[in-house]
């Protein structure tokens, strides 16, 4: 199965703040990483998926990059509504697997 | 709009069987695959299993392979889970995800999400 590693997995930040949330996956995946947004009581919310692209309805502030085993989530200037765990995913094989998620916070 | 709502859930012993169901409207849902990803409380996300629209590949995570079935009723726009020989680790919020793909067709993603039904294994 292929892990997939996410830092830091606390971050306290304030608003307006750039952000940067890592993933790394212990083998080369190409573009196959998604991210999601989950905020408490509800379910995740893809944010990005094959790695850079946006999502139809999510703010241009998330940005994704990355390819092989590391990819980069960047929240360019942090909104109150952005304080949520963020997670990756991979689909370049089954088990699709998750990181363990990155919670944010105000700080 | 996309909806996708789970039910099914509810408090089972150990070793006793349930199963959920997930309901799909606003899309045509024998045009894409379907899977259950799920949640213990205060943990991270699992993926479980997924089928694809034809029911011909299905596959399963290891930790309910040959215990959890995934099955699909096109005509009923429905998605379900039959979980047998349940575990006390079973035990999470149960959401089913829709797969997409992107533009090439290369990768894919969970796109539309339910919002959970529980499950709870507890004697």
């Known amino acids: 199965d292929i892990q997939m590693t996410q830092s830091p997995s606390s971050l306290s930040a304030s608003v307006g703040d750039r952000v940067t949330i890592t993933c790394r996956a212990s083998?080369?995946?190409?573009?196959?990483l998604n991210w999601y947004q989950q905020k408490p009581g509800k379910a995740p919310n893809l944010l990005i998926f094959?790695?850079?692209n946006l999502q139809s309805g999510v703010p241009s502030r998330f940005s994704g990059s990355g390819s092989g085993t590391d990819f980069t989530l960047t929240i360019s200037i942090l909104q109150p509504e952005d304080f949520a765990t963020y997670y990756c995913?991979?689909?370049?094989?089954?088990?699709?697997?998750f990181g363990q998620g990155t919670n944010l916070d105000i700080k | 709009e996309v909806h996708l709502v789970e039910s099914g859930g509810g408090l089972v012993q150990p070793g006793r069987s349930l199963r959920l169901s997930c309901a799909a409207s606003?899309?045509?849902?024998?045009?894409?695959?379907m899977h259950w990803v799920r949640q213990a409380p205060g943990k991270g996300l699992e993926w479980v299993s997924g089928?694809?629209?034809?029911?011909?590949?299905?596959e399963y995570a290891d930790s309910v392979k040959g215990r959890f079935t995934i099955s699909r009723d096109n005509a009923e726009n429905s998605l379900y889970l039959q979980m047998n020989r349940l575990r006390p680790e079973d035990t999470a919020l149960y959401y089913c995800?829709?797969?997409?793909?992107?533009?090439?067709?290369?990768?894919?993603?969970?796109?539309?999400w339910g919002q959970g039904t529980l499950v709870t294994v507890s004697s």
């Open positions: 606003g899309f045509t849902f024998d045009d894409y695959a």
């Open positions: 083998q080369s995946i190409s573009t196959s």
């Open positions: 995913q991979q689909s370049y094989s089954n088990p699709y697997t």
């Open positions: 089928i694809t629209w034809n029911s011909e590949i299905i």
């Open positions: 995800a829709r797969l997409n793909y992107d533009t090439s067709g290369s990768t894919h993603h969970f796109d539309s």
């Open positions: 094959a790695a850079s």
